[in-house]
């Protein structure tokens, strides 16, 4: 009875395919969306050339160009967030991925541990926040010296961040 009820619960770990199934549809998905939305954003660059656009007008196509840049980059972050998560849980739960092993760079997305993968996934995350914050910041309006103070403040701590990150490496 033990060896049926251990062998049942040892294959139990069979059902996180599902996540990892679901979770690599998703990141493919996210790599389309925003390959489709590069697409249109560098369909639409030619009207920054057209003279009709002066002043305030090519001010903010700039700036709506840049915040779709940061978008685009937000989206391949994200799909990059499920496929390191697909890759990783199949890596602890299900089995190593050979041809990552004997790949020329082993070391990128190889899992050893939940802590590996919770570091990893973290790392992207904390990028996506980077990149969300400095979209904001694109479009915020300055009324007074606390609103660039609140800018300064959070562009320290981004980068204290960033340091204590990279410190932890090594």
Known sequence: ME??????LWNSRFSVLSAVLVSLVV????FYIATVDAYFMLAHLGE???????GEARSEFRTATVTHV????????????LLI??????????SKIEQAENSENPSVLAIHSLDDLKTR??????MILIVNFFEHAI?????TPLDLLALSAG?????????LTHKEEH
Request: charged letters at 15%; proline letters at 2%; zero cysteines.
């Open 48 to 54: 920054y050339l057209s003279p009709d656009l002066v």
């Open 70 to 81: 940061v978008e685009i980059i937000d989206g391949y972050l994200l799909a990059t967030v």
């Open 155 to 163: 562009i320290a701590l981004i980068g204290l961040t960033l340091y």
């Open 27 to 30: 990141a493919f998905a996210m």
């Open 121 to 126: 996934l973290g790392r992207v995350i904390l």
């Open 139 to 143: 479009s915020m309006e300055f009324h």
């Open 85 to 94: 998560f697909s890759l990783g849980l199949y890596e602890l739960f299900i």
């Open 3 to 8: 060896k049926i009820f251990e062998s049942i």
